[in-house]
């Protein structure tokens, strides 16, 4: 059969381990007591998962303060400042984390580093939910954010500081790696995690789409506007050599005459993404080319996170 296009169908793609488990602390917290609950924020940055998620009873607020107390309260994955959990806690609020434990990893990782005396810096960026959870994890002022080079030259720490340094978990590898060479430079003696910050399915997702994306004449992440992973992959895909890459909400924003001159269109999908919304990005594809499929992927993902206690059976 003659094609007149193919699509490079890009794996790991889609739901992580960490959004898995917060969808999951939702629909069990609804089961187990009843609709509603509240959930701080929402649960993952996707607004299919959210519309699905209020259509079973799940209501998302941007202030705790306007949850009642005597209904379940549900932190997101990207995680909560020690002021909200605080509130929370004393206004009896019946307190579910959906934390994704990868985040809470960073966060217990900044208290260490506190108890020991560095001054912390996070690199990431200004007003993420996840950035302003893990800076509020300590006292205001306690951790510097770096968004890019330009804020490392407003650091000023003295040379006999110690100095330790965190990242948000969703960035860019390479952009990340290039501050961290900055900050290396500027203070010699500045040490990491342990244990890498940003997450196995950022870094799966950005490695797979580098290796595939420099073949593609565009590619397509299927992702919201606010996931900062989603937005990632736009980036890492351009950087690849395939500058015609776009972030796609679903199929009813695609518009198909962009692709009428593209024989190769590669498609991704962010963290928090459910396959349905790259079946139907796929689908009408099909419905208006000949299009052939072919399934790459740089590796398997089989991690699995516990349900928080309150909710395991
Ligand atoms: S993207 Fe990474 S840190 Fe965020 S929820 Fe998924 S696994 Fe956790």
Sequence with gaps: MNYSKKIILVSPRGFCAGVTRAIDVVLEAIKKYGAPVYVNHEIVHNKHVIAELMEKGAIFLKNIEDAPSNRPIIFSAHGVSKKITNYAESNNKIIIDATCPLVSKVHVQADKFYKQGYKIILIGHKYHPEVEGTMGQLPSGSISLVEDANDID????????????????????????????????????????????ICYATSNRQKAIKEYAKRCDAFIVVGSKNSSNSNRLVEVAKKAGCHNSHLLENAESLDLTNYSSCNI????????????????VISKFQKNFSMEIENVSLGEENIQFKLPRELRN
Excluded: M, W
Excluded at 161 to 175: F, G, R, W
Excluded at 179 to 193: D, G, H, Q, T, Y
């Design 265 to 280: 269109i590669g498609i991704s999908s962010g963290a928090s993404v459910p396959e349905i919304l790259v079946d139907n």
């Design 154 to 197: 407003k650091l000023n720490f003295n040379e006999d500081h110690k100095i330790a340094y965190l990242t948000q978990t969703t960035l860019s590898i390479d952009d990340t790696q290039n501050i961290i060479l900055l900050l290396r430079e500027k203070f010699p003696n500045i040490v990491a995690s342990p244990k890498e910050d």
